[in-house]
C-alpha cells in the first residue's frame, strides 16, 4: 500500500531564505509526482509535475526533485517571499487513472 | 476559461441528514474525482467518474455516492450524515483525453456536521 510522508510538518523561515521541503512514499512504482500549493480554505493549485522518467521539473523560483529509487522528492523554494506562505502537498499517481495518493502537506510561514 | 467550480461554498447539516454537492469540471475535461480532506490532513480520494460510470473507488463506505451527467459535471452525495463527515470536499477534473496532465481543482464545498 502506497504511503506518502511529508517532512517538516511546519516550517516558519524569515523572508529570503532558501528553503527545501520533503516528501517521501514507500512503493517506487510511480507514474508521477505532483507538487500542490493549498491556501487557507481554498482549493489546490498545481505546481510542478514530475513524470516518473524525470528527475526534476523547474518553474521560477520553484525546483522539485524525484529519486525513485529511494522513494524521495524535495521542492526547492528559492528567495522565499511572504507570499509563499502556504500549505504545500505533495501526491503520487500511482497509474494512468489521475488517482492521487496525498501527503499531510507542510504548513509554512515566511515572515516579513 | 472557467476552471473547476464546486457548489455549494459552506453547507452545515445535522447528523442522520443527506447532502449532495456538485462539481463542474474544466472546460474540455471529461473526468471528474472527489476527495475528502479533514482538518490538517491531506486529500482522500474517494472515487472517480469518466464517461458517466464510477471507475475507481477509495476506501469509503456505500453511504458515499456519485453520479456524473453527460456534460460531464457530477455529483457526490452522502447518505447518514455522521460528524466524523466534517471536511473540505474537493472535485478535480481531467481529461484522459491528452494524456499526462496535471489536474484542476476546485475550491471545495466545506460541509459541518452539528
Known amino acids: 500500500k502506497q504511503e506518502v510522508t511529508q517532512i517538516p510538518a511546519a516550517l516558519s523561515v524569515p523572508e529570503g531564505e532558501n528553503l527545501v521541503l520533503n516528501c517521501s512514499f514507500t512503493d517506487s512504482a510511480i507514474y508521477n509526482l505532483q507538487w500542490f500549493r493549498q491556501d487557507p480554505g481554498k482549493g489546490l493549485t498545481s505546481l510542478l509535475l514530475i513524470q516518473s522518467s524525470q528527475r526534476e521539473q523547474t518553474s521560477g523560483r520553484l525546483n522539485a526533485s524525484l529519486d525513485k529509487s529511494s522513494g524521495r522528492s524535495t521542492l526547492y523554494i528559492a528567495a522565499s517571499q511572504p507570499g509563499d506562505s502556504a500549505t504545500y502537498l505533495c501526491?503520487?499517481?500511482?497509474?494512468?487513472?489521475?488517482?492521487?495518493?496525498f501527503g499531510s502537506g507542510t504548513r509554512l510561514l515566511v515572515r516579513p | 476559461d472557467a476552471g473547476v467550480t464546486q457548489s455549494p461554498t459552506h453547507l452545515i447539516k445535522t447528523r442522520g441528514q443527506q447532502v449532495t454537492l456538485r462539481c463542474s469540471p474544466k472546460s474540455g475535461h471529461d473526468t471528474v474525482s472527489w476527495y475528502q480532506q479533514a482538518l490538517g490532513q491531506g486529500p482522500q480520494f474517494i472515487f472517480q467518474?469518466?464517461?458517466?460510470?464510477?471507475?475507481q473507488r477509495g476506501n469509503f463506505p456505500d453511504r458515499f455516492s456519485g453520479h456524473q451527467f453527460p456534460n460531464y459535471s457530477s455529483e457526490l452525495n452522502v447518505n447518514a450524515l455522521l460528524l466524523g463527515d466534517s471536511a473540505l470536499y474537493l472535485c478535480?477534473?481531467?481529461?484522459?483525453?491528452?494524456?499526462?496532465?496535471?489536474?484542476?481543482f476546485g475550491d471545495g464545498t466545506r460541509l459541518s456536521i452539528l
Open positions: 501526491a503520487v499517481q500511482t497509474d494512468s487513472s489521475y488517482k492521487l495518493i
Open positions: 467518474y469518466y464517461e458517466e460510470e464510477e471507475r
Open positions: 478535480a477534473s481531467s481529461t484522459k483525453v491528452q494524456g499526462l496532465q496535471p489536474q484542476h
